[in-house]
């Protein structure tokens, strides 16, 4: 159990770090806004003399000091601590690696990394069960206390943080801001269902149990076995149902191919299998 939380939280840690550089290397100085805490942050450290990480840092001490005060405190141990490694981490960046301009002058490879970096690293986070606090920690307190629809409230609030920068920033910046909002639900839904994707397999054959025995004893899989008439032939087969990751099926593929050449493969990507040995578990 230790060492299993210790490497839950090494990922944590690792994808947190991984959105910091984002939005400090990518974000911050481009004056990207699109949503969240590090968005308002932009915004703010136009309109005063505060810095964006200094920005970042408040406001996600301020909301994990709400969540304490309004849901207690069991509300989330990963998302406290998230939040804390990804503010630190910002102001940390901050100081170590001052900027003064973007790294390149190409907005739109900025924009890209911008939205790619925190994208990933929020995908793992999600995937965990943890996330990176911010407007996350606002989601948990309305729907503790309120009826309201939690996902378009967070949406209005990414948006109109995102629209504040027409008023703040040039036409050009408001715009990058605007593309950055809609490509980033993107990429974390497509992050997503890349990391968890698996292989669902429905193998026709004659012989189930040489793949009945790869599949147990070699991928360490179950699978279950049906009986089957073809149409056709109106011969007696079987069907074998199983699922696995990608690289257990390309090892299942091999087999099959190899031992039961006759046999009729449907192999189906899915990123939602819930029960033992997948994400759901």
């Not at 984002?22 to 308002?40: A, E, H, M, Q, R």
């Not at 497509?190 to 040489?210: D, M, Q, W």
Request: charged content about 15%; glycine content about 8%; aromatic content about 10%.
């Amino acid at each position: 159990m230790a060492k299993e939380r210790v490497k839950e939280y090494a990922v944590i840690t690792a994808s947190t770090w991984v959105i910091a550089v984002g939005i400090y290397f990518f974000k911050f100085p481009n004056d990207f806004t699109f949503g969240g805490v590090s968005g308002l942050s932009v915004v703010l450290s136009r309109v005063s003399s505060i810095s964006p990480g200094t920005a970042n840092l408040v406001l996600n001490l301020v909301l994990v000091a709400a969540g304490f005060v309004f849901l207690g405190r069991g509300f989330g141990v990963k998302t406290v601590y998230c939040s804390l490694v990804l503010s630190l981490s910002v102001s940390a960046l901050e100081k170590l690696c001052p900027l003064s301009r973007p790294l390149t002058d190409e907005p739109m490879l900025n924009l890209i990394f911008a939205v790619l970096l925190p994208a990933v690293g929020s995908a793992v986070l999600f995937n965990t069960g943890a996330s990176s606090g911010g407007t996350d920690i606002i989601a948990m307190i309305l729907k503790r206390h309120t009826s309201a629809d939690i996902g378009r409230a967070l949406f209005l609030s990414d948006l109109l943080i995102t629209l504040s920068s027409f008023l703040v920033f040039s036409i050009k910046t408001a715009l990058f801001s605007c593309l950055g909002l809609i490509l980033k639900s993107l990429v974390i839904d497509g992050a997503i269902e890349n990391i968890n994707l698996s292989k669902y397999f429905n193998v026709v054959c004659s012989r189930p149990e040489p793949i009945c025995k790869f599949i147990t004893e070699k991928l360490h899989r179950s699978a279950t076995v049906c009986d089957a008439r073809g149409a056709f032939s109106h011969s007696h087969n079987y069907i074998v149902f199983t699922a696995m990751r990608r690289a257990q099926a390309v090892q299942l593929r091999r087999f099959i191919r190899q031992e039961e050449p006759d046999a009729f493969i449907l192999i189906a990507n899915t990123s939602e299998i819930i029960g033992k040995g997948f994400h759901g578990e």
